[in-house]
């Protein structure tokens, strides 16, 4: 089975960000768009492994959630990967939080490591995908409306909750299915 740890995102921010992608949408189609059931922000991506190492891996959330109390989030502004290219292949909103983020990222990192899973080689920032650019020629006018965004505010959230997350691939696009949810203490 396919699966990552995530933060879920609360309602407002999905609604915000689905207005958004749906003005986006309007200017290109060449755009493989972010539904919204499907957004979050990613803390790790496990990939595939056998259902029997579940239960270790739930052992290991309940353990870094020990440590962490609920956390502000704060989504804002508008960019794309590469940020130095005319050609962008991933469309992202950012988002701001205090340092319990990257320290909750990296303590997972840290003792995912232990039990086996490889260490991300690159380093960690925070974005929500918006969209995966399918063919990247033509999409200035798409670019524009993503830039006239970058000071915009989508939302304000609490972290209150880390999931564990099964991602089933269908032709339709990836189906989220939480497999734990661990309450920060």
């Known amino acids: ?13 999905k609604e915000a960000l689905s207005a958004l992608i749906d003005k986006l949408r309007e200017r290109h189609q ?8 499907a957004m979050h922000l990613t803390l790790k991506f496990l990939g595939e492994i056998d259902k029997e190492r579940v239960p270790e891996i739930k052992n290991i959330l309940e ?15 508008t960019g794309y990967f590469p940020a130095k290219k005319k050609n962008p292949r991933v469309l ?7 340092e319990a983020l990257t320290s909750l990222q990296q303590t997972l990192e840290r003792e995912l490591q232990k039990i086996g899973f490889a260490e991300e080689k690159r380093d960690f920032h925070p974005h929500l995908t918006l969209g995966r650019v399918k063919f990247p020629s033509s999409i200035q006018e798409t ?7 970058q000071e915009s505010v ?9 999931t564990l997350f099964q991602s089933i691939l269908k032709p339709s696009g990836a189906e989220y299915k939480a ?7």
Request: net charge positive.
């Open 1 to 13: 089975m396919r699966t990552f740890i995530a933060i879920d995102l609360d309602t407002e921010i």
């Open 30 to 37: 060449n755009i493989r768009w972010v539904r919204r059931e």
């Open 63 to 77: 353990k870094v959630v020990r440590n962490y109390q609920p956390f502000f989030l704060k989504i804002t502004g």
């Open 92 to 98: 992202w909103t950012g988002v701001e939080a205090d």
């Open 143 to 149: 670019m524009r409306e993503l830039e006239s965004h």
């Open 154 to 162: 989508f939302g304000e959230m609490t972290v209150k909750k880390i």
């Open 179 to 185: 497999l734990s949810e661990h309450q920060l203490k």
